[in-house]
């Protein structure tokens, strides 16, 4: 009987072994990463790349666009047009004021510089915006801005590709003047969003932000990367935030878009990019990148800082097409 027992417990114990050089051997195999899966396509890309043409350079640095306008105090400069934006920079002199208008079908978004600028937006509460803020309207919702305090203000303006705004003539506004090969009539359209009425705020899509506040202030050395600040099914602008990291070698191109560009306003330290054709460039706040459609373009954290680029691109779906041996990333 005792020896029974004896090879019974023997055997247990062999069994529990033998299991246990199972789930060992087994830790391995679980234990690696699984394989990213990517797909592999052949993407259309132009014989010859898209040249910068224009107002269109690689790089617009802010501190060529004030020199150039030394010594005044309200100006325009236009920076990118293309089929989808048009955007400039605009400085308004102390009491200076723009009329009510609206685009009518695209948001509008501006980054603030300099000075301070009072916005006034149908349906909010006027608020004073100083450098730093970010702030969009809906489409069809009618707004104004007004420098206040005894400094010119600075601003970014971005707006759809080629379009002028409309004004609101509901109560008996004047006709604006031709502009641009165009002429203002006086229409009518029915107040539903389709064909007509204004677009909502919601909680993506927020009046303005605070990006030194709401980010730097509380995450000077981190935090989180930032995310939307803008978007919707035709619109994005995505705040990209981090520390700065190794630039890497030419070697890694990044990635295209086919048919259609995409820029960024660098809001904090330094951004370099990899630009097909260009070699590598590295902006400074303030300054503007563009990267025309099907141009190998490759964005990183330039070292030594915490780092802060505004990407405007199509959407969040739009595809980004790496190098075959990239495995999908950069």
């Given amino acids: 009987m005792r020896t029974s027992l004896k090879f019974a417990g023997l055997k247990f114990a ?5 299991a246990c050089l199972m789930a060992l051997l087994m830790v391995p195999a679980m234990a690696q990463p699984q394989q990213r899966k990517v797909y592999l396509d052949w993407a259309p890309k132009p014989d010859r790349l898209p040249e910068y043409t224009g ?26 047009e293309t089929e989808r934006y048009s955007a400039r920079w605009i400085s308004m002199a102390p009491g200076e004021k723009t009329r009510q208008m609206f685009y009518g079908d695209d948001r509008t978004v501006w980054v603030v510089w300099g000075g301070k600028v009072r916005f006034r937006i149908y349906g909010q509460k006027p608020f004073v915006a100083s450098k730093g803020f970010l702030v969009q309207v809906p489409l069809r919702v009618p707004f104004s801005m007004e420098t206040v305090g005894d400094e010119p203000s600075l601003r970014f303006e971005v707006t759809r590709g080629g379009t002028l705004p409309s004004y609101p003539a509901n109560e008996g506004e004047p006709m604006p003047p031709p502009r641009d090969g165009q002429h203002y009539v006086k229409v009518s359209y029915p107040p539903t969003p389709v064909a007509g009425g204004m677009d909502e705020y919601t909680e993506k899509n927020r009046p ?3 990006f030194f506040k709401d980010l730097v202030e509380k995450y000077p050395t981190g935090g989180p990367r930032g995310g939307l600040f803008m978007g919707d099914h035709d619109n994005q602008a995505a705040i990209i935030r981090g520390m700065g990291v190794p630039i890497p070698p030419a070697t890694n191109k990044g990635h295209f878009h086919i048919a259609n560009d995409e820029f960024w306003f660098i809001l904090e330290g330094k951004i370099a990019y990899e630009m097909e054709g260009k070699g590598l460039i590295v902006g400074d706040a303030g300054d503007i990148v563009l990267a025309l459609p099907g141009r190998f373009h490759r964005a990183g954290w330039a070292p030594g800082q915490m780092d802060t680029r505004l990407a405007f691109n199509r959407s969040p779906t739009m595809q980004h097409n790496y190098a075959e041996d990239a495995n999908g990333t950069q």
Avoid: F
């Avoid at 062999?14 to 033998?18: I, N, S, Y």
């Avoid at 107002?55 to 236009?78: C, F, M, Y």
């Fill in 208 to 210: 303005y932000m605070d």
């Fill in 55 to 80: 107002v269109n350079r690689p790089i617009t640095r802010l501190a060529d666009v004030l020199a150039k306008h030394k010594g005044q105090a309200s100006w325009t400069e236009d920076v990118i």
């Fill in 14 to 18: 062999g069994l529990k072994l033998a």
